[in-house]
Each structure stands twice: as structure tokens, then as C-alpha cells.
């Protein structure tokens, strides 16, 4: 079948670009192909598929994901308000974020979230990093998880960072 390839491959890139936080719209979209040739590549429905259409697929990079940003540094700023008292269910009800979306991303089940949950995250921690929260026992469970507080960032956004001036628990 000239000009048309099998769709192992694409199948393949495309669950990268799923782990990466892309959607399948969001594929089809960047790629310029309709909606339902994802779908269909990924149910396997079609066998090949056009090589403008795979090769507009596989361009795509991973962390190119639009409109998307790593997840650590607001993980680590809700983690940093939680030892401080505040929440998380608040943080989320405080940055318009549902709370079964506030549980995946405490869970890790994502790796890139949208920029707009990323800045309503950043916008409730700067309000909030420096006062006490309301909640004790959220306290307690932030010590027991070993949470680190804000003032131990100096980049709460780089992965490869590691937090300054906090001791090891005796064991």
C-alpha cells in the first residue's frame, strides 16, 4: 500500500503523548487531522493510515503538550499550604479546581496540568504561603507525609531541586 503506513507506531507515540498530558483532541488538533482518525487509529480500527497523517502525529513532541505544565511545582505548593494547616480540598475549592482533579494530582496520576490550574494553585499559594491555615489535623498529615514548607524552595518549580535547611526525622 504505497503512501500509507501501519499504525504500530503512531498507537505507540501517541499513549507518550497520553502519559505527557496531551488529550486526544488536543492531538488532532496540533496534528491538523480530524478527531475520530485518532480514535480510530487508537482502536485499532484502522491497520495504516497515510504518511502525512503519521508523520503530522509523530512531529509531535511530548512536552510540547499546549496549554500545559509540569505538575511539580503545584503539587509542591499545595503541599507546602497543606503543612502550614490550609486543606488541599480548600486550596482546590480556593483555585476553582474540582476535587476529584485535586485528588488525581496529589495522587500522581498526572504529569502535566493545565496552565490556568497551575496559575489558580500559584495565585491561592501567594495569598496564603505565610498565614497559618484553619486546620490542625491537615497539619498532621502533611508532617506525617513529610511535606516540605515554602520558605525550603528556592526554585518550587524545578524538579531537580532539592529542599534546603530541613533536618531528617531520628529513627
Known amino acids: 500500500m504505497a503512501g500509507f503506513v501501519p499504525t504500530g ?12 498530558g496531551w ?33 503530522s502525529i509523530l512531529r509531535l513532541r511530548p512536552e510540547d503538550a499546549p496549554n500545559r505544565v509540569p505538575i511539580i511545582g503545584t503539587v ?17 475549592e480556593l483555585a476553582g479546581i474540582r476535587g476529584t482533579q485535586v485528588n488525581e494530582l496529589m495522587a500522581g496520576r498526572r504529569k502535566r496540568i493545565p496552565r490556568k490550574q497551575a496559575e489558580a494553585v500559584d495565585r491561592v499559594f501567594r495569598e496564603r504561603w505565610m498565614q497559618p491555615g484553619p486546620n490542625v489535623r491537615t497539619r498532621t498529615i502533611a508532617a506525617r507525609n513529610g511535606w516540605i514548607p515554602a520558605l525550603a524552595w528556592d526554585d518550587i518549580d524545578n524538579p531537580d531541586e532539592q529542599p534546603t535547611g530541613m533536618r531528617k526525622a531520628a529513627a
Do not use: C, F
Open 9 to 20: 507506531r503512531i498507537i505507540s507515540h501517541i499513549g507518550t503523548l497520553h502519559k505527557a
Open 23 to 55: 488529550t486526544n483532541g488536543e492531538i488532532a488538533d496540533a496534528a491538523g487531522v480530524d478527531r475520530r482518525t485518532i480514535h480510530n487509529i487508537l482502536h485499532e480500527y484502522v491497520a495504516h493510515t497515510h504518511r502525512p497523517t503519521a508523520d
Open 76 to 92: 509542591r505548593r499545595i503541599q507546602a499550604l497543606a503543612v502550614m494547616g490550609w486543606p488541599i480540598s480548600q486550596i482546590g
